[in-house]
């Protein structure tokens, strides 16, 4: 068993800035670990993800140059900064645990975080 705890979200001004933690405890053993958002209505989507071993990361073109992904290994927390934020990443925010990741493919478990609210007003 593994659980997640997101923070970090709130609201922001477009353009502003936000940082999201996750922090983990439970099963001991994991690959990577990523982040997911949900907007009203649609579908959850990849945000980003990141190798806990290498550090090797990967984005979703949506966020590319605008979101960060790191982790503090001994701190059991993933991270996610995210800089010039627009109205359309308006989501909650959700941490997942990696079942796979091989190359730039992020396969998630079925371990999830409650969420965190990020609200971006125009």
């Known amino acids: 068993q593994v659980q997640l705890v997101e923070s970090g979200g709130g609201l922001v001004q477009a353009g502003g800035s936000l940082r999201l933690s996750c922090a983990a405890s439970?099963?001991?053993?994991?690959?990577?670990m990523g982040w997911f958002r949900q907007a009203p209505g649609k579908e959850r989507e990849f945000v980003a993800a990141?190798?806990?071993?290498?550090?090797?990361?990967n984005y979703a073109d949506s966020v590319k140059g605008r979101f960060t992904i790191s982790r503090d290994n001994a701190k059991n927390t993933v991270y996610l900064q995210m800089n010039s934020l627009k109205p359309e990443d308006t989501a909650v925010y959700y941490c997942?645990?990696?079942?796979?990741?091989?190359?730039?493919?992020?396969?998630?478990?079925?371990?999830w975080g409650q969420g965190t609210q990020v609200t971006v007003s125009s």
């Open positions: 997942n645990v990696a079942n796979r990741y091989l190359g730039s493919s992020y396969y998630p478990s079925d371990y």
């Open positions: 990141i190798s806990l071993s290498s550090g090797v990361t």
């Open positions: 439970g099963r001991t053993f994991r690959l990577a």
